[in-house]
């Protein structure tokens, strides 16, 4: 079936710090979204691309959809204590959504 | 003001014992999710349903019956539990002519089984 690989899995950095991680595929797709989940709450649609090079900002989040179709970039500028959680890409299966495995991020203050 | 409610949040009972999770939203939205988030945090779909009706049953044991008596609800019933369903559940839910991407999530039951 469709497998997303999302990297790194999981990212250390001290508060201010820019933030980059991806998500990438075999197989071509037509939508990518970003999803953010704080601890002991659900994901929450950070960002959705829905066309091949689109960039792409929520705030200091930025997330592109590759020219391949094949992978996306999730960016965060200044991090702050706030940004902490899981960071998932997901896709579009038939009918349903996948995700990555996730990125999770702590940030040192 | 809550979009998508969860009920209970934690759940902790023995092997074999039947319990039911349930799940509400008030977006009036179409579609329905039940998700699976394992300890690695893994999210996988279990089920969706559009309007009452069942659209994916992705694999899961027939231990698992989901039940939606209208559209704003979409309950799960579980049967003879096992330690493996241990995990948190996510009901999620969608408007129609999303294509299924702007899934809003509830805030997760966390089940363990003893």
């Known amino acids: 079936g469709q497998q997303l690989n999302q990297s790194p899995q999981s990212m250390f950095i001290q508060e201010g710090e820019d933030v980059s991680m991806n998500c990438t595929s075999s197989?071509?797709?037509?939508?990518w979204l970003w999803y953010k989940q704080d601890p002991g709450e659900g994901p929450v649609l950070l960002i959705a691309?829905?066309?091949?090079?689109e960039l792409t900002s929520n705030g200091r989040l930025t997330a592109q959809f590759g020219i391949t179709r094949k992978d996306s970039f999730l960016n965060i500028s200044a991090s702050i204590p706030s940004d902490v959680g899981i960071y998932f890409c997901?896709?579009?299966?038939?009918?349903?959504?996948?995700f990555g495995q996730g990125t999770r991020l702590t940030i040192n203050p | 003001d809550t979009a998508v409610s969860q009920t209970p949040k934690y759940l902790v009972t023995q092997m074999g014992n039947d319990k039911s999770i349930k799940c509400e939203q008030n977006?009036?939205?179409?579609?329905m999710y039940w998700y699976k988030q394992d300890s690695k945090k893994f999210l996988k779909i279990m089920f969706s349903?559009?309007?009452?009706?069942?659209?994916i049953n992705e694999t899961v044991p027939n231990r698992f019956s989901p039940k939606s008596p209208d559209k704003a609800h979409l309950n799960l019933h579980i049967n003879s539990l096992e330690l493996g369903d241990s995990a948190v559940y996510f009901c999620?839910?969608?408007?129609?002519?999303?294509?299924?991407?702007?899934?809003?999530f509830g805030p997760g039951t966390r089940l363990t089984v003893l």
């Open positions: 349903y559009n309007n009452k009706e069942l659209i």
């Open positions: 999620a839910s969608s408007p129609v002519g999303s294509s299924y991407n702007e899934q809003f």
């Open positions: 977006l009036g939205h179409d579609t």
């Open positions: 691309l829905y066309k091949a090079g």
């Open positions: 997901a896709t579009q299966g038939a009918q349903k959504l996948v």
């Open positions: 197989s071509i797709f037509n939508t």
